[in-house]
């Protein structure tokens, strides 16, 4: 079947949208060109990779803000990994884990190690957010910042549980593109190639001084940890600039140049404006349009990064997404699973928001002509 043409003054100057792996910006990849050649084939026990992953943390810990006492620490591996990480050395008996989409459902499943006492799982609808609550026996309270599948973000909050409770917050689609106090959290882990713009391959954590000693706890305590997923490993092997094995070097170098751009730029709270003065134009659209709704219905659940459209009968998605993808603007098909009539939009930190006030004048184009 043909599809639309969109006219050439009103397209994006580009047209990447994908909720992951997401837009890199030019100036990253011409980084990897230029100062990659130095690190890219050699050592990571050598200086030039420890610089780097030094610097790397240093960005880190400005854009977060991190309090005395924290650290952040990296590994091999992405969120995935970094789930089954903390099952062997994060959660010592049992884990309230909220599920309101793909990435909570996945760590609850691993929070159920046979190990481990069956976790407390808060379940929530797709397109609404749940709730942590204080439970005895409970010693890790978990849930995302932002759920990529559904376009839902939270509030991030202390859990005051139990004496050492810890509060471990999923930020893969957050990081870099949602301001939040640090504080109010005891591990914020993510894999960076959502606002931070990289690719995959390696997890971070901003860890603190009750997560640490958790940490190490666990490790000392005969629990059987394998060296890859090993906690402790990855904070000893931090503070000396490294990872336990190889890391993905182009990664580091895709991050550091994107976490030197937010910062010089004025920061998280610089990144929070962006990514809301782009996500705030789709909604608004979308309340505006006769066809179309915003998918989180309450607007202190919509997240800034992740905008999910529903369409009624009379419109196709899908057919919206594929005329769009012949012309150059890709990856706003939903989350598979979900299986909705809706279209899935990133607005993360590197997506320009005149670029999304132009994917709005092809979204109306398209609806007239299709």
């Known amino acids: ?84 990480a903390a099952a062997f050395g994060l959660i010592e008996r049992r884990a309230q884990n909220l599920v309101f989409g793909e990435f909570g459902g996945k760590f609850a499943a691993t929070a159920a190690a046979p190990w481990l006492e069956a976790p407390d799982v808060r379940k929530a609808e797709p397109g609404t957010s749940a709730t942590a609550e204080a439970v005895e026996g409970v010693d890790v309270y978990a849930w995302p910042h932002n759920e990529t599948s559904t376009g ?11 004496d050492g409770a810890l509060t471990v917050i999923d930020a893969t689609s957050a990081a870099g593109g949602i301001d939040f106090t640090i504080a109010e959290s005891d591990v914020y882990y993510f894999a960076p190639q959502k606002n931070l713009g990289s690719d995959g391959g390696l997890w971070f954590a901003a860890v603190s001084p009750a997560a640490i000693e958790r940490i190490e706890r666990v490790a000392a305590s005969g629990r059987y940890i394998p060296e890859s997923l090993s906690l402790k490993n990855a904070l000893d092997n931090s503070r000396l600039q490294q990872t336990l094995n190889t890391p993905a070097l182009a990664t580091l170098v895709l991050l550091d140049e994107q976490l030197n751009w937010i910062n010089g730029n004025g920061g998280l709270q610089w990144a929070d404006a962006r990514t809301h003065e782009s996500s705030d134009a789709l909604y608004a659209w979308a309340e505006a349009s006769p066809v179309a709704t915003p998918f989180v219905a309450d607007p202190a659940d919509r997240s800034p990064v992740v905008v999910t459209i529903d369409f009624d009968e009379s419109v196709d998605a899908a057919a919206i997404a594929k005329t769009l993808r012949a012309n150059g603007i890709v990856d706003t098909e939903p989350y598979r699973k979900l299986g909705r009539n809706q279209l899935r ?26």
């Open 1 to 84: 079947m043909p599809h639309v043409v969109l006219p050439r003054e009103i397209l994006p100057t580009d047209g990447r949208f994908g909720c992951g792996p997401s837009k890199i910006r030019p100036e990253q990849v011409e980084a990897l060109a230029g100062r990659g050649a130095g690190v890219l084939g050699t050592s990571h026990r050598q200086a030039p990779v420890k610089n780097l992953v030094g610097s790397v943390r240093a960005g880190l810990g400005e854009l977060l803000r991190v309090p005395a006492g924290y650290e952040i620490i990296l590994g091999n591996g992405g969120s995935t990994v970094f789930w089954d």
């Open 345 to 370: 939009i990133a607005t993360f930190t590197s997506i320009d928001p005149d670029d999304v006030r132009q994917l709005i004048r092809c979204l109306d184009y398209t609806l007239e002509n299709i």
């Open 152 to 162: 839902v973000a939270t509030e991030i909050r202390r859990v005051h549980g139990d």
